[in-house]
């Protein structure tokens, strides 16, 4: 059973399953190869959905030269909030996660992407980071 979730405002529901207490996914992605494993990603998504400026998120890899892809978080932040800066991001997730559990960076965007059933777009999100890559993974 999910222990908690959300609902956006086009009636998108978000389950999040907690372990004593801490959220830790809300998506299962298939295109995040890391040195670290995949759970982290998810917490981290989890955590980040939590900041009370953020709206929705997405975490998309991108290319990085030491460990193959790094995440980015792609934030549309609530009408009544102030935009987050990275620093904002980063403390917020510092406290309540390892310090390496942390996007590289953010982008603010107006809307993500879904399709009809409500899923984000994550490819199209990843786009711009590949363009020109011969892979999608680097």
Request: net charge positive; aromatic share 12%.
């Given at each position: 059973?999910?222990?908690?979730?959300?609902?956006?405002?086009?009636?998108?529901?978000?389950?999040?399953?907690?372990?004593?207490?801490?959220?830790?996914?809300?998506?299962?992605?298939?295109?995040?190869?890391?040195?670290?494993?995949?759970?982290?990603?998810?917490?981290?998504?989890?955590?980040?959905?939590?900041?009370?400026?953020?709206?929705?998120?997405?975490?998309?890899?991108?290319?990085?030269?030491?460990?193959?892809?790094?995440?980015?978080?792609?934030?549309?932040?609530?009408?009544?909030?102030?935009?987050?800066?990275?620093?904002?991001?980063?403390?917020?997730?510092?406290?309540?996660?390892?310090?390496?559990?942390?996007?590289?960076?953010?982008?603010?965007v107006d809307e993500l992407p879904r399709?009809?059933?409500?899923?984000?777009?994550?490819?199209?999100?990843?786009?711009?980071?590949?363009a020109g890559k011969t892979r999608q993974?680097?």
């Open positions: 059973t999910f222990d908690y979730g959300y609902r956006d405002n086009k009636d998108f529901a978000y389950p999040i399953l907690t372990q004593e207490g801490v959220p830790f996914a809300i998506y299962v992605p298939s295109s995040f190869p890391d040195r670290l494993g995949r759970l982290w990603w998810l917490t981290l998504e989890a955590v980040i959905a939590q900041h009370p400026a953020v709206r929705d998120v997405a975490l998309v890899g991108v290319p990085h030269p030491k460990w193959v892809e790094t995440p980015v978080a792609i934030i549309v932040v609530r009408p009544d909030a102030e935009e987050p800066t990275m620093g904002d991001i980063s403390d917020w997730c510092r406290a309540r996660l390892a310090s390496f559990k942390k996007p590289t960076q953010i982008r603010i399709n009809a059933s409500g899923k984000v777009l994550r490819r199209q999100l990843r786009e711009p980071y590949w993974v680097n």
